[in-house]
């Protein structure tokens, strides 16, 4: 309750938090819009495999989840730093570029990042300090990986929509 009451009555560091859990949760939003496609296809495929009854061991493929293994230049593999890794100012430091390689980085992950900050910022300033900012934030954080998702593959992953039909259900109650 301490917390509650001090972010009450400084908005400047609640906006302020906000923001930056947006920018970082912007980061995550990259991983979840690249890698959740991926793990479906696999498991789409093991299925089919179990199904035609294909023998498994045809697959050497290495655990791929939203954790493992860790992010990776796309052009030379070189692994990512937790310095290279801030959400947009590691992107302005690199200029852009991968450290090892010196390929350019695409521009979509500090966009993501930024409008997840961008509206994290907005959700803050228009519900300020209250249960209704604790709820909106993960809706909107959810709609963005949506977003991205369905605009590259065309899927709206149910591991996704559901919780957020559900929060979504849930806080419509209150």
């Known amino acids: 309750m301490i917390l509650f009451h001090y972010l009450q009555s400084n908005p400047l560091i609640f ?60 052009h030379c593999g070189h692994a990512i730093r937790w310095r290279e890794n801030i959400p947009v100012l590691s992107f302005l430091l690199l200029r852009g570029r991968c450290s090892a390689c010196g390929q350019t980085i695409s521009l979509r992950y500090p966009i993501v990042e930024t409008v997840s900050g961008a509206l994290s910022l907005a959700v803050a300033w228009h519900f300020g300090v209250s249960w209704e900012t604790v709820a909106a934030l993960p809706l909107t954080w959810a709609l963005i990986a949506l977003s991205l998702i369905d605009f590259d593959h065309q899927i709206l992953p149910d591991s996704i929509v559901l919780p957020t039909l559900w929060l979504g259900l849930i806080v419509s109650l209150f």
């Open 15 to 74: 906006l302020t938090f906000c923001t930056l859990i947006g920018l970082s949760v912007g980061s995550f939003i990259n991983v979840v819009a690249y890698r959740l496609p991926v793990m479906l296809e696999r498991d789409w495929k093991s299925q089919c495999r179990e199904l035609l009854d294909v023998d498994r061991a045809e697959t050497t493929e290495e655990p791929f989840t939203l954790s493992r293994p860790r992010s990776r230049c796309p």
